[in-house]
């Protein structure tokens, strides 16, 4: 099946920092990438759809300023936490839906997820 | 909007036997896919299944099958012969635009 590889797997900063979350598919183009957040025993929670070319579209209560999404290119998004303090300590996973077989299956593919925690 | 419930937190079932995970959603659209992944320890979402809403054929994948009612917007997962590796959070999830997912059930499978 296709690749998501998502970097860094873990991280840690200090409160006031700015993180940068890369999602990248590895053997397929992704027009379409989506950023989900996980609270520890919670399920994911839907935070912006992110399109190629384009300004990324944020869930209702998610601060757009906050978490800055970009996609200019067809194998990478990136998600920037800003300005981060301890409360946007959580599980960052991202997915990608490939743009040959989606029409088909419907599937997307997840990366590996990455665990930020703000001191 | 769609959303996807899924009413049993946890579960448990001894090895060998059967159990099944609950899942109802609710949407105005007539095509779509469902989804039930897998997310061990690891949290790396796994497919398990997916079915298409415009196939009334139940899809199965070696121990694991699915019970598709259309009309009552139901889909629930049934896992025959329980392994240990089994045990994980399952995520029933809805596809037409974005993917959406359900609570999640915790299933631990008993030696």
């Known amino acids: 099946g296709a690749v998501v590889s998502q970097h860094p797997s873990r991280v840690i900063c200090k409160s006031g920092t700015s993180v940068k979350i890369e999602c990248r598919s590895l053997d397929f183009q992704a027009t379409t990438m989506f950023w989900y957040r996980q609270f520890p025993k919670k399920s994911l929670m839907l935070m912006a759809t992110?399109?190629?070319?384009?300004?990324?579209?944020?869930e209702q209560g998610v601060e757009k300023d906050k978490f800055l999404i970009n996609h200019a290119s067809l194998t990478l998004s990136t998600l920037t936490v800003t300005s981060a303090h301890p409360e946007d300590s959580s599980f960052y996973i991202c997915s990608a839906r490939d743009l040959a077989t989606s029409g088909v299956t419907g599937e997307l593919f997840f990366g590996e997820g990455s665990r930020l925690t703000v001191l | 909007a769609q959303t996807v419930t899924q009413s049993q937190p946890e579960m448990s079932v001894q090895e060998a036997e059967t159990v099944t995970l609950s899942c109802t959603y609710d949407?105005?659209?007539?095509?779509?896919?469902l989804f039930w992944y897998k997310q061990p320890p690891s949290r790396q979402m796994i497919l398990v299944i997916r079915q298409e809403a415009y196939k009334q054929q139940n899809a199965t994948e070696n121990r694991f099958s699915v019970n598709f009612q259309k009309a009552a917007k139901s889909f629930s997962l049934k896992i025959s012969d329980s392994q240990l590796g089994d045990t994980a959070m399952y995520f029933c999830a809805f596809t037409f635009v974005d993917m959406r997912f359900g609570a999640g059930t915790r299933l631990t499978v008993k030696p």
């Open positions: 949407t105005s659209e007539s095509n779509y896919y």
């Open positions: 992110s399109n190629e070319g384009s300004k990324a579209t944020y």
